[in-house]
């Protein structure tokens, strides 16, 4: 219901907001206004979301937790979209979310609204103990058949003294 209710309520806002800003400071202004935003936000997009990576690329070396990094570079994406977007609401909400301190506090708001109920990372081994899940053990007997000259009747050269 929400999602409906952005779609159109966020174009109706951005209608609005072309009508009064083009009638304050003409078309070829507003026209040059949304040009500027979009140049520039992919500009910045382009070079925080790098650095995000890299961010991204050093918790992973080092076993760190990615979520912030991968919640970042998320932001940083969507702010990539809305600056794409003509318009001056989607512009401001994607400035917005280029500046790190606002993505710090939509992070901390989502992460103290959002349960994860499980996490694993890596692959899950069979249990200790256990055969690995889909292979079939065999019990057998087994002898010996290594010939009698081969085998070492005592300590070997290397542990004599």
Do not use: C
Request: overall charge negative.
């Amino acid at each position: 219901m929400w999602l409906l209710i952005a779609f159109i309520a966020v174009p109706m806002i951005e209608i609005a907001l072309f009508i009064q800003v083009g009638g304050f400071i003409g078309i070829w202004w507003t026209l040059l206004i949304v040009l500027t935003t979009a140049v520039a936000g992919s500009y910045l997009v382009r070079n925080q979301g790098l650095r995000e990576l890299a961010n991204l690329q050093r918790s992973f070396s080092e076993l760190d937790d990615p979520t912030e990094p991968l919640a970042n570079g998320a932001m940083i994406l969507f702010a990539g979209a809305l600056l794409l977007t003509p318009g001056f609401f989607t512009d401001a909400v994607g400035l917005s979310f280029l500046v790190p301190s606002v993505r710090r506090a939509a992070f901390v708001w989502a992460k103290s609204n959002i349960k994860v109920h499980t996490f694993e990372m890596g692959q899950q081994g069979p249990a200790p103990g256990q055969p690995p899940s889909g292979d079939r053990v065999i019990d057998a007997e087994y002898e010996d058949v290594t010939p009698q000259k081969n085998r070492p009747d005592g300590p070997s050269e290397w542990t004599r003294h």
